[in-house]
DNA sequence: GCCAACGTTGGC
DNA sequence: GCCAACGTTGGC
């Protein structure tokens, strides 16, 4: 079992938008670093919900790996702003997973309480500088998470 | 809207 | 292989 944490922007794609779908693909990720993260995750998994790019971003719920190892659908649009022409079908570049809604948590776990409580050693998230928008959560960590969002 | 930080591209 | 230029991300 392991945790992880996914980026979206809200005006984009918002974790109430997840709710109404119960599912989703998350397509679009073009970044090496972020796909060798989804790559890794397994059917099960958690995965931390933040919305980045808004007034307070912060996480805001919970969603689980329900496919895993997914080519990304979107590589082979020519339509697609995240259309590849250098991919092709035997050997897909992007991979990605299907996630699930699990929670809402019932208040928002802002940047700013996330960079209190954790180090940037614990938590890439909040370092500086930091772009990822998939990355690894340690079950330590994710537990202490957790207890923030429902003390 | 600004801009620092970062990743990617492409000329050399 | 280096690195300047450029485009993007995302907090503020």
Same mark, same amino acid.
């Given at each position: 079992m392991n945790y992880w944490l996914i980026k979206s922007e809200p005006s984009v794609y918002s974790l109430e938008n997840l709710k109404t779908e119960k599912q989703a693909i998350w397509d679009g990720v073009r970044n090496y670093q972020a796909r060798n993260y989804l790559r890794q995750m397994q059917i099960d998994d958690f995965a931390f919900f933040y919305h980045s790019n808004t007034k307070v971003p912060g996480i805001v719920g919970l969603a689980q790996v329900k496919?895993?190892?997914?080519?990304?659908p979107t590589q082979f649009?020519? /339509? +697609? &702003?995240?259309?590849?022409?250098?991919?092709?079908? /035997? +050997? &897909?570049?992007w991979q990605t997973v299907i996630v699930e809604f699990v929670e809402n948590f019932p208040h928002l776990i802002s940047l700013t309480t996330l960079k209190q409580d954790f180090t940037a050693e614990e938590?890439?998230?909040?370092?500086?500088?930091n772009r990822l928008s998939v990355m690894p959560i340690s079950s330590e960590v994710a537990q202490r998470i957790l207890k923030l969002a429902k003390p």
């Open positions: 496919e895993a190892g997914i080519a990304d649009d020519p /339509d +697609s &702003p995240y259309y590849d022409s250098k991919s092709t079908k /035997d +050997s &897909p570049r938590l890439i998230l909040v370092k500086k500088g």
